[in-house]
């Protein structure tokens, strides 16, 4: 069994963790205290397949998985250079990690898997101080490999 | 017309009003705040962040009677029920009698990085 979804969001939760000054690492928790601030949530991906060939159901192909991830601070200082240096070791760490490349890699036949930054939109409001929040999103594109599920 | 201050501020601060030190520069008086920290909820995604909206209700005729104009309320320091505020913002309640004879709600900020 080789489940490279799996393998691929379980080490994105190790590389995030990795972020220097986390408090707390999360999967899929939707409900984050200020206490675990600052938090970093990797949310498991949408997935979509561009093979629209007619070939049979058991046909290896390419997807695409784009998780979330959430980097959520507190601060007294200037929120917005925080959330830059937040999402620029955030994007170094995910798109230069070894073992993830190798994943994404691994997976393919030609060896064309491949790990894209796509975006991200930030979120600021006042709490008991000034609270902002990341929202990055990565795509892993890999092959899906049905007979080896 | 109904004299809302003696009628229902004065009242409802007598019941659940606490004492509070409000300090600006030399200024520092002791006033009654209702203390109003709130719940709140920032998005962020998927997820959603858990913390407070701290804020106090006081009333303007109150403040005034200390000599505290609105240029005083902004970055002045609020300390009340053991805890040390920064007001940030406000937002003002008229009443029926007046915007002068009503409340003003502070909007507070962690004193320290809290």
């Known amino acids: 069994m080789a ?13 995030v963790a990795a972020i220097p000054g986390m408090r707390s690492v999360h999967r899929n928790n939707v409900d984050i205290s200020e206490d675990q601030l600052p938090a970093v949530c990797v949310f498991d991906a949408d997935e979509e397949s561009d093979d629209l060939q007619n070939r049979p159901s058991n046909s290896r ?14 601060t007294a200082g200037q929120v917005g250079s925080e959330l830059t240096a937040l999402r620029r070791e955030l994007i170094r760490r995910v798109l230069l990690d070894t073992d993830l490349n190798n994943l ?21 409001g006042w709490m008991r101080s000034l609270h902002g929040a990341l929202r990055a999103q990565f795509t892993f594109k890999y092959w899906l490999k049905p007979d080896e599920l | 017309m109904i004299d809302y201050s003696a009628l229902l501020y004065d009242p409802v601060y007598a019941e659940i009003g606490v004492p509070a030190t409000f300090i600006n520069g030399e200024n520092e008086v002791t006033l009654t705040v209702i203390d109003d920290t709130r719940p709140k909820v920032l ?13 106090a209700f006081v ?12 240029d005083d309320w902004q970055d002045a320091s609020l300390t009340f029920n053991g805890r040390d505020w920064t007001v ?17 709600r502070f909007l507070l900020k962690a004193a320290s990085d809290g």
């Open chain 2, 59 to 70: 009333r303007i005729p109150e403040l005034e009677q200390n000599g505290i104009s609105r």
């Open chain 1, 3 to 15: 489940d490279v979804r799996e393998d691929i969001l379980a080490r994105l939760l190790v590389v």
């Open chain 2, 88 to 104: 940030r913002s406000y937002e003002l309640r008229g009443s029926p009698n007046g915007e002068e004879l009503g409340e003003v």
């Open chain 1, 61 to 74: 192909g390419m997807v695409r998985m784009t998780p979330e991830i959430v980097i959520a601070e507190k």
């Open chain 1, 104 to 124: 994404v890699a691994g997976s393919s036949p030609r060896g064309d898997g491949a790990i894209r930054y796509l975006g991200c939109q930030t979120d600021v």
């Open chain 2, 43 to 55: 998005p962020a995604g998927s997820a959603e962040v858990r913390s407070v909206g701290p804020g």
